[in-house]
């Protein structure tokens, strides 16, 4: 006896999770590969790219990247010694404590943003120059009023 089988159409949503989960697979995947290329953890790369654009207290980027207080003093501590980031007191409270990128800082950000521009280039050229804005602007939408 032939055994049928009938396939469920996917349930609503399924199919951008199936073009989600895999699109974030490639991107880190790129992101721990040039992370080891310039022997930088994937947590130090997010704090880079956090410090690209702002300047906040210890507690704060602590917090926001799900780590104890003493595992991000650590983790900044080896950035320091390495000259990417410095700590200051903040101006507001000079209590607390704020993390900002030095200058040799900024330039490996700038460095590793084009190797992640370049090591993307082959997905992202198969789009038109207008897909690219869409696709853009529609995670940008998605990732509205959360912190990146």
Do not use: C
């Amino acid at each position: 006896m032939k055994r049928t089988t009938s396939k469920k159409p996917p349930a609503r949503g399924d199919g951008l999770t199936d073009a989600l989960v895999p699109t974030a697979f490639v991107t880190m995947a790129l992101l721990n590969k040039i992370g080891a290329e310039n022997d930088l953890s994937l947590t130090l790369l997010r704090v880079l790219g956090i410090l690209w654009d702002r300047r906040p207290r210890m507690t704060e980027l602590a917090d926001y990247l799900g780590l104890e207080k003493q595992t991000m003093s650590g983790l900044i501590a080896r950035a320091e010694k390495r000259g990417l980031v410095a700590r200051a007191a903040n101006v507001a409270d000079g209590r607390a404590t704020d993390v900002f990128l030095t200058g040799e800082g900024a330039k490996l950000v700038q460095r590793l943003h084009a190797q992640m521009q370049a090591s993307l280039a082959p997905l992202t050229s198969r789009l038109s120059a207008a897909d690219q804005q869409l696709l853009q602007d529609l995670l940008e939408r998605m990732l509205d009023g959360g912190e990146r």
